[in-house]
């Protein structure tokens, strides 16, 4: 079975550009979640999906970042316009329900230059 | 205010020993406690899990012990192996959220 998908793997771009990362979850599983690992914040939920739908995005950290889910099969984070502080990996993880294991992407890991 | 905390940043053991990594939290609203696994380069993958209406769950050689009193859980890991050498995140959930701690580095050595 494939896992969760994220691409790209990696990204570098300079500040002030528009970033889309993208994620396939697996296949019949419901719940989606965007995080970001930081060594100074360590791992922290932006914002989760239930059936396609935001549930809670307390965690994205400003206007200039955004989530999408336009079908159970695809979400884009989008962040615009970047800035170095923004260099991070980000992770997506989805499970069937939202309270059981998250199985996660192996994430992007995103320069802003 | 970091709700779920590792206060271990690494551990060191040698193989065929027992591991045990320490996860406190302070949010009493969490009702599932996970832990998770992590290679360099790869996402956490998940390793197992409890119920806060339980204080033991037995997964082969991983344990997970939780003390709702004392707001702490841990695992362990017996016979540790080398293959085990990873870092571990413990993660605590309310409500479909998720609030993961700042991970332990485990090394065992052969």
């Known amino acids: 079975d494939a896992g969760v998908i994220q691409s790209p793997r990696h990204e570098v771009t300079e500040m002030g550009q528009e970033v889309t990362l993208r994620c396939k979850p697996i296949?019949?599983?419901?719940?989606l979640f965007w995080y970001r690992q930081t060594m100074m914040r360590g791992l922290e939920l932006l914002i989760y999906?239930?059936?396609?739908?935001?549930?809670?995005d307390s965690g994205m950290p400003e206007d200039r970042f955004s989530a999408k889910m336009p079908n159970a099969s695809f979400s884009t984070l989008k962040i615009q316009p970047s800035e170095p502080r923004d260099s991070a990996v980000y992770f997506c993880?989805?499970?069937?329900?939202?309270?059981?294991?998250?199985?996660f992407g192996d994430g992007t890991r995103l320069s802003i230059l | 205010d970091q709700q779920v905390k590792q206060n271990s940043p690494s551990l060191s053991v040698q193989e065929g020993r027992i591991s045990i990594l320490n996860c406190d939290y302070t949010?009493?609203?969490?009702?599932?406690f996970l832990w998770y696994k992590k290679y360099p380069a790869e996402g956490p993958t998940f390793l197992i899990s409890?119920?806060?209406?339980?204080d033991k769950n037995e997964d082969g050689r991983f344990t997970v012990f939780l003390n709702k009193s004392a707001k702490h859980l841990s695992l362990h890991i017996v016979p540790s192996q080398p293959g085990d050498s990873a870092v571990y995140f413990c993660?605590?959930?309310?409500?479909?959220?998720?609030?993961f701690g700042d991970g332990t580095t485990l090394t065992v050595k052969p």
């Open positions: 993880a989805s499970s069937p329900w939202n309270n059981q294991p998250q199985h």
């Open positions: 296949s019949g599983h419901n719940s």
């Open positions: 999906f239930n059936n396609n739908v935001p549930i809670d």
């Open positions: 949010n009493s609203m969490f009702d599932y």
């Open positions: 409890i119920s806060s209406i339980k």
């Open positions: 993660a605590a959930t309310n409500a479909g959220k998720s609030t």
